[in-house]
């Protein structure tokens, strides 16, 4: 895939982004296996290394490394806040599938955690990732100044608590099956269930590096609109995609009667909104030239992905 936006840099620049994505995506797998061998007891860590290590588009780390170089930071000082993440997104998979959430079979074209183990071992696979994911970045990051690494697991801590993913999740499980559900609580629900881990990815990277306020807040910026128009796109592939391309159960929104962006809006005004999400997202980061090749083509593979 080749990415190039005439509207604000020369038609010269080009930026390969299944390069890009092939080569990060295969540093954080190589860093991700690192991380958690299997030792006693066996079963836990099995259980953790299977859904960690099921594949996946592994963005999150990608755009954390994107935005700690953008920032003139180094790959190895955004590793294992980049694996951290992974991590904590995966807990978050694996609680999510669980019979008392989503209830499904499949993630990532595999049988779920707790369809392979059980769902004791699964919900302790999930405890234990999330804890790993802040002893990993505490111990393993190496020239970052204390109070840098301090704010990006402040910044984790409440990504993935009742202020985040947490919280969201409550909410949306309380809208279940609730006819009259309106869409700034569809919205409440997305930018903390999925909005959150994805903006805490992106800024985790350029407070690594030391970037000024004004970055961050562009950054958040950018963040909070890919989040959104992902969980959009989210909405349309399960109703338009197969099980084979997701990888994962299709139909589930409307079988547990969720309400959806499509819901609201249908399939075509869903995905116009999806693009204008992400033109706001790119139009965030055109301050930072050609550093921010690697977000731009990022954002605009949100919606042209198909899974």
Known sequence: MVVTDGTHFSKAT???????????????EAALDRSLPVV???????????SLLAGGKRLRPILCL???????????MALP???ALEMIHTMSLIHDDLPAMDNDDYRRGKLTNHKVFNEAVAILAGDGLLAFAFEHIAVETKDVAPDRLVKVIARLGRAVGAAGLVGGQVVD????????????????????????LLEASVVSGAILAGAS?????????????????FQIVDDVLDITSTQE???????KDLRAQKVTYPSFWGIDESKR?????????????????????PLMAIADFITARTN
């Open 14 to 28: 080009q930026f390969d982004l299944r390069t890009y994505l092939a080569t990060r995506q295969e540093q954080v």
């Open 40 to 50: 006693y007891p066996e079963q836990i860590y099995e259980a953790m290394r299977y």
């Open 66 to 76: 994107a935005t700690c170089e953008l920032a003139g930071g180094t790959i190895s």
């Open 81 to 83: 806040t980049a694996c």
């Open 173 to 196: 499980l309380h809208c279940e099956g609730v006819c009259d559900v309106k869409k700034e609580t569809l919205d409440f629900i997305h930018a903390h269930k999925t909005a959150a």
């Open 213 to 229: 306020e004004a970055d961050l807040q562009r950054l958040t910026r950018y963040s909070q609109a890919i989040g959104l128009a």
């Open 245 to 251: 391309e997701l990888g994962k159960s299709v139909g």
């Open 273 to 293: 909104q999806a693009q204008q999400l992400v033109e706001q997202a790119k139009s965030e980061v055109t301050v930072f030239g050609d550093r921010a090749l």
